[in-house]
């Protein structure tokens, strides 16, 4: 069996995908593996705050003004942001990019203030100085789009991972998830086929998880948040939502969304969700 490995910067992190084929299917893997990497650069581009002519950039730009004309993709997933914004009652919101601009204040923060317009697939803030920002669902979202891209393909093993957000086709393998405090470390382990794995910790962000509630970086019994599910949006949303929520609310969190957790807590314990729980070893 083959394996053909692409390494590439995209989405403000380094991107690995790695995909098993039969030699026979040497050429098709590899031209699928090309038509994932240009989706991740094509959203790149979209969606990066850092761009000014990204199309996540213009709407900021036009807050409070004008709408802006989006590409049929970047519209599905400014929904899909609102709607995650009523599933965890406010906790995932990406009208906290004002939390990290000099000058700006919580009041700003309202994902109800996007407004979309499906006739003309265009998007609005509200409020001039508001603006959004996608860091945590981007990469949950490429996973799926990028799984659904290879699967279209016929590629039938492969191991998406987008600076730490996980997605694996086919055959089982075991994914690390890093020692919060110890990031060089790899602490516990869990055997995942075809699932999304996705972790979020202080180790990555520091006090960077900010509380869309409160205004002020999150403060709760978590060191790390791990989300196993199907969808990789679901699970990059929940396991920033779960750092805000703590161990006890983010299991109902998870719960309601079918999704299955494993938390570090700051004092060093392992809660795991029921379903999961033989699932998961020490490294």
């Known amino acids: 069996m083959g394996t053909i490995e692409k390494i590439f910067i995209a989405l403000g992190t380094v991107n690995r995908m790695t995909a098993r084929f039969d030699e026979s299917e040497r050429?098709?893997?590899?031209?699928?593996?090309?038509?994932?990497e240009e989706y991740i650069a094509d959203m790149d581009d979209r969606l990066s705050v850092f761009k000014p002519e990204s199309?996540?950039?213009?709407?900021?730009?036009?807050?409070?003004?004008?709408?802006?004309?989006?590409?049929?993709?970047?519209?599905?997933?400014?929904r899909l942001c609102v709607k995650y914004g009523e599933l965890t009652g406010g906790v995932f919101d990406i009208t906290t990019k004002v939390l990290t601009d000099a000058g700006k204040s919580k009041a700003r923060i309202n994902y109800h203030d996007i407004l979309l317009d499906e006739n003309s697939l265009?998007?609005?803030l509200k409020n001039a100085g508001q603006g959004i920002h996608l860091g945590g669902i981007a990469k949950g979202y490429a996973v799926d789009r990028v799984a659904d891209i290879l699967e279209r393909h016929g590629v039938k093993n492969a191991v998406i991972n987008l600076g730490g957000t996980v997605?694996?086709?086919?055959?089982?393998?075991?994914?690390?998830?890093?020692?919060?405090?110890?990031?060089?470390?790899?602490?516990?382990?869990?055997?995942?086929?075809?699932?999304a794995v996705v972790t979020s910790?202080?180790?990555?962000?520091?006090?960077?998880?900010?509380?869309?509630?409160?205004g002020r970086p999150a403060i709760s019994d978590l060191a790390s948040a791990t989300v196993i599910g199907k969808d990789g949006a679901a699970a990059d949303v929940a396991a920033t939502a779960c750092m805000v929520l703590g161990s006890m609310r983010s299991v109902r969190l998870l719960h309601?969304?079918?999704?299955?957790?494993?938390?570090?807590?700051?004092?060093?314990?392992?809660l795991a969700t029921k379903n999961v729980r033989e699932r998961v070893k020490s490294a």
Do not use: M
């Open 27 to 36: 050429e098709t893997v590899r031209l699928a593996l090309d038509k994932a």
């Open 55 to 78: 199309e996540i950039s213009r709407i900021n730009a036009n807050a409070g003004k004008s709408g802006t004309l989006l590409s049929r993709d970047t519209f599905d997933l400014l």
């Open 122 to 124: 265009s998007a609005r």
């Open 167 to 195: 997605r694996n086709i086919g055959q089982s393998v075991s994914v690390g998830i890093r020692n919060p405090f110890d990031p060089e470390k790899i602490v516990l382990s869990i055997d995942s086929a075809d699932e």
């Open 201 to 214: 910790g202080l180790y990555e962000r520091g006090n960077h998880i900010f509380d869309p509630v409160s």
């Open 256 to 270: 309601s969304l079918g999704l299955e957790g494993i938390f570090i807590l700051k004092d060093g314990g392992v």
